[in-house]
T-cell receptor
């Protein structure tokens, strides 16, 4: 079965750092995606983790622990445009993504 | 990065008509594409997996005769909503799987908003 858990909402100020945690229980787990979705738009790709550890891409970093069924997305130097929903999506070997409800990040001035 | 397009971006139709949505990978070949549906303030729900040259695989609860999927080439998949009804009004999004050099990535199209009157 599939079970994905991430916080519903997080609020932070411009310039701050926010960490979005995600725990999952997925059969046939292959890797984990993080996507950003602005209201009314389709998701945009942020990262994909297959191996344990931290992957850094500019202001965004993503971490994966396969044994713990745990991942986090780290957003640094927050900007107003980072206000969006962030989706944790584990995938199986067929590439099928399962989405949780997402975490709404609100960036305040 | 890779680009996936969808057409149309918006469609309004009368109840009972059929609507065809196209999903194209513009600069890579996608043997696998996925179709999702998203209702307001809800998460994306996978509808079906579309494989080039074979029949689509539908998720539980998705009617295959109502949502016809055709993956005619490595860059094009189509979703046809047959005999659409108001409850089919939703945001339909496709994604395409890109596996260059074994590095998995999935890119989403911009989505198609369907409103059935």
């Amino acid at each position: 079965g599939q079970n994905i858990d991430q916080p519903t909402e997080m609020t932070a100020t411009e310039g701050a750092i926010v960490q979005i945690n995600c725990t999952y229980q997925t059969s046939g787990f292959n890797g984990l995606f993080w996507y950003q979705q602005h209201a009314g738009e389709a998701p945009t790709f942020l990262s994909y983790n297959v191996l344990d550890g931290l992957e850094e891409k500019g202001r965004f970093s993503s971490f994966l622990s396969r044994s713990k069924g745990y991942s986090y997305l780290l957003l640094k130097e927050l900007q107003m445009k980072d206000s969006a929903s962030y989706l944790c999506a584990p995938t199986d070997s067929w590439g099928k993504l399962q989405f949780g409800a997402g975490t709404q990040v609100v960036v305040t001035p | 990065g890779a680009v996936v397009s969808q057409h149309p971006s918006w469609v309004i139709c009368k109840s009972g008509t059929s609507v065809k949505i196209e999903c194209r990978s513009l600069d890579f070949q996608a043997t696998t594409m996925f179709w999702y549906r998203q209702f307001p303030k809800q998460s994306l729900m996978l509808m079906a997996t579309s494989n080039e040259g074979s029949k689509a695989t539908y998720e539980q609860g998705v009617e295959k005769d109502k949502f016809l999927i055709n993956h005619a080439s490595l860059t094009l998949s189509t979703l046809t909503v047959t005999s659409a009804h108001p409850e089919d009004s939703s945001f339909y999004i496709c994604s395409a799987r890109d596996e260059p050099s074994g590095q998995e990535t999935q890119y989403f199209g911009p989505g198609t908003r369907l409103l059935v009157l």
